[in-house]
Each structure stands twice: as C-alpha cells, then as structure tokens.
C-alpha cells in the first residue's frame, strides 16, 4: 500500500529554517510528481510546492516562492522542503501528496509553528 511519512517539523522563531522530509513507500517513486501542502488552524489546506518525477521542475506557490526548496532523492524515495526565512504565517501542518493511479495519498502531516 501506499504510504507517506513526515518528519521534520517544530518549532522555530520568525527568520528561521527547516527541512522537512516526506518518506514514501508501496509505489515507484520516481514515477510520480510529489508536492507539498500546509494548512494553518481554521483553514483550507493549500497548496505549497510541487517537483516532478525525476526532480527537473519545481512549481511553487507565491508565499513560498524566493524562501522554500522542493527537492527530492529517488534512491531514497524522499521528498524535501527546504523552508527559510520563516514567518509566523507560515504556521501549519504540512502533508507530502502523491496522486498515483488516480487516487491521491497524504501523510498524517508535520506540524510546522513559527512563533517567538
């Protein structure tokens, strides 16, 4: 079965960084485009930033763009986002998604909170 597994979030002050990492198992990973959501309390889940297969585009949303790096591993079969320059606003749970065979998988999510 598929799984995806975070790891890597925290707690940070404004103007810090983290790395997190997405494990994924029970597909070939390096068949498939990986992306990165985050929802904050109270509000929709939206999109973060996306690589595909074999890692050659990054597509970002604009609140990431300039402070996060997507990147990925396949002989690991992880996924990463590089976060610096944190804002409080980017506070969040962040999941790892994979869509394979038309259905779309998620993570339990990583907590994220940026705060003094």
């Known amino acids: 079965q598929v799984q995806l597994v975070e790891s890597g979030g925290g707690l940070v002050q404004p103007g810090g960084s983290l790395r997190l990492s997405c494990a994924a198992s029970g597909f070939t990973f390096s068949a498939y485009a990986m992306r990165w959501y985050r929802q904050a309390p109270e509000k929709e889940r939206e999109f973060v930033a996306r690589?595909?297969?074999?890692?050659?585009?990054?597509n970002y949303a604009d609140s990431a763009k300039g402070r996060f790096t997507i990147s990925r591993d396949n002989a690991k079969n992880t996924v990463y986002l590089e976060m610096n320059s944190l804002k409080p606003d980017d506070t969040g749970v962040y999941y790892c998604?994979?869509?394979?065979?038309?259905?779309?998988?998620w993570g339990q999510g990583t907590q994220v909170t940026v705060s003094s």
């Open positions: 998604n994979a869509q394979v065979f038309s259905k779309s998988y």
């Open positions: 690589i595909s297969n074999l890692g050659v585009a990054t």
